[in-house]
């Protein structure tokens, strides 16, 4: 910001305050109403609250806690059951364990940390992102400073999807003890990263040549994504969720929900959620994922990108001449497809529950090329010619493997 106030970029300044700012606000207005940190009549925390430090509270709290625990004898509020894994190939016995008060706070914590990691990611790091990287290719130079903030925010964003990611895991497999594999953040980090890097570099390159157009793509997107959520939910006919905050009206419910959803919106933008709003649901989330509309995503989105990278090629400006824009183009491409490679890998190979899926990445893909294969062969070559093997029969391979579980839990229990 000093660097943008010695040459006099007021836009590029007063930008860069703004998308620090409001993510902030943000941040602290979800400890302030939806963790309750002023529920407790702590006039000193509402004074951190408003110099914007709020975390800086949360994480002294939880070390203290963390600190302290063990060291006397508690009672347990609630106790967890869980059922292990065994190697990923079976399931393994239920068991239970006793959650004291400390183990409760700790948690709490953690849940406020991930929901700031998530709205600094995408409220905050992308459109600061966005905006470094325009005004790089603008003055056609890359300043120090200006270079290590797109570098942390990009770490930002990523570590927002990874959590976004982990969530919907613990979610959707919620009775299992769900642990992940460094294998398994390698390749997460490797599929988001790609992702997120060519959304934004697109996006970018996009604006230098149609700088209104870009704000039309922007709006539509954050409209779709916004509105598909209440969609879903009319066509349902449900009811608002009731006991989302207590303290809450009709009309804070409905600040709250819409507040969720444009979240939502902006992390759809940028790349895919993996969690799914249910806004009849008490916890806003479904806990059934969908494969069909992850499909969806990822065949528009890089459709879209490569309609907008196209576009970017013949309308771009003459500061491209110097630059080999053809192999461009095309590595934009290859980095899109490579992170829907790795998002393959990562669910056929390092998901953690991977074998309870009731089919993978490899049976869609065998069924989807038989099925096309079966269209393709004319009607007299049934008739006449040699009997083809059937594709796989999902539906029993379903029973059977749904029977497998429940026999097996049965034994555990």
Same mark, same amino acid.
């Given at each position: 910001m000093l660097t943008y106030h010695k040459s006099e970029d007021v836009v590029w300044m007063g930008l860069t305050i703004t998308f620090i700012l409001v993510p902030s606000v943000l941040t602290q207005l979800t400890l302030t109403f939806v963790h309750r940190d002023l529920g &407790?009549?702590?006039?000193?925390?509402? #004074?951190v609250h408003?110099?914007?430090?709020?975390?800086?509270? &949360?994480?002294?709290?939880a070390l203290v806690v963390y600190c302290q625990a063990g060291k006397n004898e508690e009672p347990y509020v609630t106790i967890s059951r869980k059922i292990k894994l065994k190697h990923g190939r079976g399931l393994g016995?239920?068991?239970?364990?006793?959650?004291g008060h400390s183990e409760r706070k700790l948690a709490v914590h953690r849940n406020a940390f991930k929901r700031t990691a998530v709205i600094q990611a995408f409220l905050g790091s992308t459109p600061q992102l966005t905006l470094q990287l325009y005004a790089t290719i603008q003055e056609k130079y890359v300043l120090p400073t200006r270079l290590a903030l797109m570098i942390i925010s990009m770490i930002s964003i990523i570590y927002g999807a990874l959590v976004c990611s982990v969530l919907a895991i613990q979610i959707k497999y919620d009775d299992y003890k769900v642990r992940m594999k460094p294998t398994a953040y390698l390749c997460m980090i490797l599929w988001r990263g790609l992702e997120i890097a060519t959304r934004i570099t697109t996006l970018v390159l996009f604006s230098t040549a149609l700088t209104f157009w870009v704000v039309?793509?922007?709006?539509?997107?954050l #409209?779709?994504? #916004?509105?598909?959520?209440w969609v879903e939910f009319w066509a349902r006919k449900a009811s608002l969720p009731e006991n989302i905050e207590k303290n809450f009206s009709k009309l804070g419910t409905t600040v709250v929900l819409c507040m969720v959803t444009f979240l939502y919106a902006c992390i759809n933008i940028s790349c895919w959620s993996a969690v799914q709003l249910d806004l009849a649901d008490h916890d806003l989330?479904?806990?059934?994922?969908?494969?069909?509309?992850l499909a969806i995503y990822y065949t528009l989105r890089f459709m879209e990108n490569v309609t907008l990278i196209v576009l970017w090629y013949f309308f771009k400006s003459d500061f491209y001449e110097y630059i080999c824009t053809p192999l461009l183009v095309v590595q934009l491409i290859v980095c899109y497809s490579l992170a829907v490679i790795f998002m393959l890998i990562f669910h056929q190979f390092c998901h953690p529950c991977r074998k309870l899926f009731y089919y993978n990445v490899e049976d869609c893909l065998r069924c989807a090329c038989c099925g096309k294969k079966k269209q393709a062969q004319p009607p007299e070559d049934h008739a006449h010619g040699p009997q083809e093997h059937a594709p796989p029969d999902l539906t029993n391979q379903l029973?059977?493997?749904?029977?497998?579980?429940?026999?097996?839990?049965m034994e555990a229990a």
């Open positions: &407790r009549d702590r006039p000193l925390v509402l #004074f408003l110099l914007q430090m709020g975390p800086i509270i &949360r994480c002294i709290e016995p239920a068991f239970e364990c006793e959650i039309l793509v922007g709006l539509i997107n #409209f779709i994504f #916004f509105f598909q959520p989330v479904e806990k059934q994922p969908r494969w069909r509309s029973i059977d493997r749904e029977t497998n579980i429940v026999g097996d839990i």
